[in-house]
């Protein structure tokens, strides 16, 4: 799984003269596709490394300083945090399970959320 900051550099340093808009934008479209995180644990500290360099490009796109809270950061661009939209996936993802029309992967997912609480 690729989550360090390479992607977000890339962006930012090839297309620094832009406005931060822009900037935004290709960032958004580039750097937050995160195929199959509705399968990851997210108590785990990769999730928590994937935030981390997600804040980082959003304040070298904004031009904040790096002290800049957390907290702050999503709010100011108009979104939730990192980890709040991942959850939000997830539950996405399981809910689409639990009314599938396929028996086999509605039985699965009732079992897994009620059974084993997963």
Not at 4 to 13: A, Q
Request: glycine residues 6%; positive net charge.
């Amino acid at each position: 799984m690729k989550y360090k900051n390479e992607d977000n550099t890339s962006v930012l340093c090839y297309f620094c003269e832009r406005d931060a808009l822009v900037k935004f934008k290709l960032l958004r479209s580039y750097c937050s596709d995160f195929y199959g995180s509705v399968l990851w644990d997210l108590s785990h500290s990769y999730v928590e490394d994937v935030c981390i360099a997600w804040r980082r490009g959003l304040r070298r796109v904004w031009g904040l300083f790096p002290r800049t809270h957390s907290a702050l950061i999503a709010p100011l661009c108009g979104f939730l945090q990192l980890k709040v939209e991942l959850a939000c996936r997830c539950a996405g993802f399981i809910n689409k399970c639990l009314r599938s029309g396929n028996h086999i992967v509605r039985s699965i997912a009732t079992h897994g959320v009620y059974s084993q609480r997963t």
